[in-house]
């Protein structure tokens, strides 16, 4: 890596298991999220993330009224299940569930899952004054709370920022883009190069390596491929 300014890392599969969002985290919202919604319809944000469900139900050609009431709130209620079980990554969803994970993370039903290298080195890299950011699918309430309540403890003063989809996809150039003309507003002078973009999924990689950042590959689980496009790597320690 050549003069690298800044760190933009992904979260599942980079510094943390895919495994806890999956079977820890995805199943928990599930479970919680009928109740939730229900018990909090008169909230703000709620109401806002389920009136942003039955528009992105609406383009899917699904006819919800976006109009928030006791006769649609079960089939709003059913088309985030729906979309859990999809894994799809809609904004709204990726809102709701950072509410319900914080009520686990604050009653202590869970840890976020760290590995032991990506812990360590973010601390070194943070330590040495390299400004660290965040780039997840997950909302940006939701990042923070992961960070908040690691298994390692609050990481949260490790970063200075944190990007989510409303930033744009993860496997497009444009999202890269986006994020970069953030940064620029807080460090001068920086440049596509000056970012190392880290992630586990090769397609967000080509998107950031297109934008003009550097990369690097994470392949925790399998055999690093011999051709691989990106500098690839098993842990945090090669980086």
Not at 13 to 36: C, M, N, Q, R
Not at 66 to 86: F, G, R, V
Not at 208 to 213: D, I, L, Q, T
Request: hydrophobic fraction near 40%; avoid cysteine.
């Amino acid at each position: 890596m050549q003069n690298v300014k800044l760190i933009l890392t992904d979260i599942e599969g980079t510094t943390s298991s895919i495994s806890f969002v999956k079977d820890v985290l995805f199943p928990y919202a599930a479970e919680h999220l009928p109740a939730f919604v229900k018990a909090n319809l008169n909230d703000e944000k709620v109401q806002t993330a389920l009136q942003q469900t039955a528009e992105i139900a609406a383009e899917d050609g699904d006819n919800l009224s976006a109009k928030i009431s006791a006769d649609n709130t079960d089939a709003l209620i059913a088309k985030l299940l729906q979309w859990i079980s999809e894994d799809r990554k809609a904004t709204p969803l990726k809102a709701l569930q950072g509410m319900i994970w914080k009520t686990g993370y604050e009653n202590g039903d869970y840890q976020a899952h760290m590995y032991p290298d990506a812990t360590e080195y973010l601390k070194k890299w943070h330590d040495s004054g390299l400004p660290l950011y965040v780039y997840s699918s997950g909302s940006v309430k939701a990042q923070e709370l992961f960070f908040g309540y690691s298994q390692d403890g609050n990481l949260l003063p490790l970063f200075n920022g944190h990007f989510d989809t409303l930033m744009g996809g993860k496997r497009e150039t444009q999202s890269y883009l986006n994020i970069l003309a953030e940064l620029q507003k807080t460090h001068a002078g920086l440049n596509a190069e000056d970012v190392l973009f880290l992630s586990d999924i090769k397609e967000e990689l080509d998107a950031a390596k297109e934008a003009g950042m550097q990369t690097v590959w994470l392949v925790r689980e399998d055999g690093i491929p011999a051709d691989a496009e990106h500098k690839a790597v098993k842990s945090f320690a090669e980086i």
